[in-house]
């Protein structure tokens, strides 16, 4: 994965993590209250909880990361990542919120996630870092889906509201050729 896609994926994230973690912490107290009337490996339970405890360390660190370098960022900038990942607000809505025009919220948005990858690259946490912690986690996973099936579509969106912009402009046009024509031909 490249820098862009890792920093979405962690912006995405950011929501979901304190409630797995509240799941790791619920399933290892599970663990711990079954056992006493475990029938199996008591390593093999003892080594699930630790797992999942290293799980639940790799989530935090990402929370800390998201909010350590959102902190860095320029306040347009945070304010644009927050609104689309941490508020789920599409492009139009951010737009409107900030009162600024759609192109100028892409133009922001891409340099806040450029500015977003390269400080937290500066930190340490690098593709190669996150891959490591973060490529196999299921939340991760379905997360990378996530941010490519909303891409997708609202490309998908963006290229039906230009061609019914063009649409809309060729009709103007015409109307403004045939208003044109028809005063020319009263007129003489």
């Known amino acids: 994965m490249n820098q862009e896609t890792w920093s979405k994926s962690l912006l995405a994230t950011y929501n979901a993590l304190p409630l797995v973690v509240k799941c790791i912490d619920r399933s290892n107290m599970q663990m711990a209250l079954g056992s006493f009337s475990y029938q199996g490996d008591v390593l093999d339970l003892m080594n699930k909880m630790l797992a999942n405890n290293a799980r639940k360390e790799a989530l935090i660190n990402a929370k800390v ?17 927050e609104l689309r990942y941490l508020k789920r607000k599409s492009f139009e809505q951010i737009a409107q919120e900030l009162n600024i025009c759609l192109r100028s ?3 922001w ?12 690259t500066m930190r340490g946490y690098d593709d190669e870092w996150l891959s490591k912690y973060y490529s196999g986690d299921p939340v991760f996973v379905k997360c990378i889906r996530y941010c490519a099936d909303r891409e997708e579509q ?7 509201r230009k061609r019914e912009e063009k649409i809309n402009i060729v009709a103007a046009l015409s109307a403004a050729a045939n208003a044109r024509q028809s005063a020319v ?3 003489v």
């Open 154 to 160: 609202e490309g998908k969106n963006l290229q039906i």
């Open 105 to 107: 919220v892409f133009r």
């Open 65 to 81: 990361i998201v909010d350590n370098t959102l902190k860095i960022l320029k306040p347009k900038h945070r304010q644009v990542l």
């Open 185 to 187: 031909s009263t007129t």
């Open 109 to 120: 948005h891409e340099l806040a996630l450029k500015q977003f990858s390269s400080i937290r």
